[in-house]
């Protein structure tokens, strides 16, 4: 499921250019954020997982299959992400980010931040709906994920794959790096 937040771009074009019947894509006629984005694709979606990628990074030709299998013989666990290799605007790894493997870590961390990289993560829909999906609220709308994880982790046991199973984009116009400091004003709120 591919969601077009409105784009002035060719992102359908290029989405049109497939000829895969597994693909569908979703236009949003007026912008609704990440979040309502996000939320407009989960409950278009069908499957038992929900996995996140963003636009501009790349998955790793296992990272699906790894992800589900350890879903699949871990039925406690509601979430797994991964670390992740950085790679930089022009797609050249330039780093390593490594990843909490451990719940008990996980939600120590989840105290001060973020514990996933948000394009790594695989959650089981059944407790993503639970959870109540993305938040809209216009004060986490630099820390939907975090917010959600905060929320999604309570639920049950959490878990990060040491290996890297995404090559994550990081680049100075992301919002990270834009909105760093309403950023972690929403985390504290968190």
């Known amino acids: 499921i591919v969601v077009d937040d409105a784009s ?6 290029v989405i049109d250019s497939f000829s895969d019947p597994r693909i569908r894509l979703l236009i949003n006629e007026q912008n609704l954020g990440l979040a309502g984005s996000l939320n407009k694709g989960i409950v278009a979606a069908n499957g038992k997982y929900i996995a996140r990628q963003d636009a501009d990074d790349v998955s790793l030709p296992n990272r699906l299959q790894t992800q589900i299998e350890y879903l699949d013989s871990h039925s406690d666990t509601v979430i797994v992400g991964s670390s992740v290799k950085t790679i930089n605007e022009n797609g050249k790894v330039d780093g390593f980010w490594p990843a909490y493997p451990f719940d008990v870590d996980i939600k120590w961390r989840l105290l001060f931040g973020t514990s996933f990289v948000h394009s790594s993560v695989v959650m089981r829909r059944s407790a993503l709906e639970r959870a109540g999906l993305y938040s809209i609220d216009p004060q986490f709308c630099y820390v939907e994920d ?7 982790c309570a639920s049950g046991q959490c878990a990060n794959i040491s290996l890297p199973l995404l090559k994550y984009r990081v680049n100075p116009d992301s919002i990270c790096n834009r909105y760093a400091v309403p950023q972690r004003l929403q985390i504290e709120k968190v």
């Open 146 to 152: 975090y917010e959600l994880w905060t929320r999604i």
């Open 8 to 13: 002035s771009d060719s992102s359908r074009k």
